[in-house]
């Protein structure tokens, strides 16, 4: 597919970008607390130098320290998922491919119920860093079990499934063989993906993990087009395929493990959202994956929203919000490409 053009391009963007400052801004504003988007807009200014925002300590800190944070960190975990879904995509020339593919997740949830439930660490490491760390562990083992078995595409696919196998089962060892009902309910929603806890030092971290592997992806998205014809196509076009797959696979797993920390395990947006953003520009990556990262950070923007208001004051795990959306969405591209097969 080849998309619209230059200019049809750099209009999807800026309308993206305005239309994610806007949702952002609405976004804020619902909940119980009433706030008006000229009260955001006035907190943000007044945070940067402005004038006083005029409202009281408790309002502005519900837009500050909750709503602004765990908004942004929807916009960093869409963004980034999409992108590393879209990379994986291609670099594995698998359209089922997603950014846990690797058994990142898998492993970020043991790392997680260790810390929570096991205590490991001593209090020392946070739930973040224990998911963080069990989430390298997971891609280690995987770089190990696939590269030594010959390190194709095919391995590293089935050294990631096996990965994914192990640390799911010991997950699940041990919070059936440890955890309390307390302890248990707490995994289970952050397993399921939840940003109820986001804090300035998760948008920060999630940020830049996103802009490096962005700035990755930008020297190498020929390559990324060269992969599109196989690793035989694109090695004869000049590509150094082992270095070029490595590192983009590492790029990428660093990526899923930094969100996966923050946020928990939030499926189907990097399946699903590629194919959209491909749908409108085409599959060149030099347009592909900005304006994959705009469409996911818009979609998750307003599923998180939906999913802490829809069944307020319980919130819905934005992970099983994304599921709902998008199994269905996986259904029409397994359908599609029965038809195209």
């Known amino acids: 597919m080849t998309g619209i053009g230059t200019r049809g391009t750099a209009a999807v963007w800026t309308g993206g ?19 008006a988007v000229g009260d955001v807009w006035a ?81 020392a490491v946070s739930l973040s860093a224990g998911a963080f760390l069990g989430a390298l562990c997971s891609f280690a083992l995987v770089l190990l079990l696939g590269y030594a078995s010959g390190g194709t595409t095919d391995r590293v696919i089935l050294a990631g499934v096996a990965s994914m196998q192990l640390f799911s089962a010991l997950t699940s060892f041990v919070v059936i063989s440890s955890a309390d009902a307390e302890q248990t309910r707490g995994v289970l929603f952050w397993l399921l993906g939840s940003l109820s806890g986001a804090s300035w030092g998760d948008v920060g971290l999630g940020a830049a993990a996103l802009a490096a592997v962005l700035l990755v992806c ?26 070029v797959r490595l590192l983009l696979l590492t790029a990428t797993a660093l990526l899923t493990a930094a969100l996966v920390s923050v946020a928990g395990a939030i499926g189907f947006v990097g399946l699903v959202l590629p194919h959209a953003a491909r749908a409108v520009v085409g599959s060149g990556h ?55 097969s």
């Open 286 to 340: 030099r347009r592909l994956l900005p304006t994959t990262a705009l469409v996911g950070a818009l979609f998750l923007v307003w599923v998180d929203t939906a999913a802490r208001t829809v069944m307020d004051p319980q919130e819905i795990p934005v992970g099983v919000a994304t599921s709902l959306i998008g199994v269905p969405a996986f259904v029409v591209i397994l359908y599609r490409g029965r038809r195209m």
């Open 218 to 243: 930008a020297f190498t998205t020929t390559a990324l087009d060269a992969f599109a014809f196989g690793s035989d196509a694109a090695s004869s076009l000049g590509v150094d395929v082992a270095r």
């Open 17 to 35: 970008l305005a239309l994610l400052a806007l949702s952002t801004a609405a976004t804020i504003t619902i909940g119980p607390a009433g706030i």
């Open 43 to 123: 907190v943000v200014a007044s945070r940067f130098g402005g004038a006083a925002s005029g409202l009281t300590p408790i309002r502005e800190g519900i837009v500050w320290d909750l709503r602004l944070p765990r908004t942004l960190l929807a916009a960093v975990c869409g963004a980034g998922l999409g992108v590393c879904g879209a990379v994986m995509q291609s670099l594995l020339r698998n359209p089922l491919a997603d950014p846990f593919v690797l058994g990142v997740s898998s492993g970020a949830s043991t790392g997680a119920v260790l810390v929570v439930v096991l205590g490991v660490g001593g209090g």
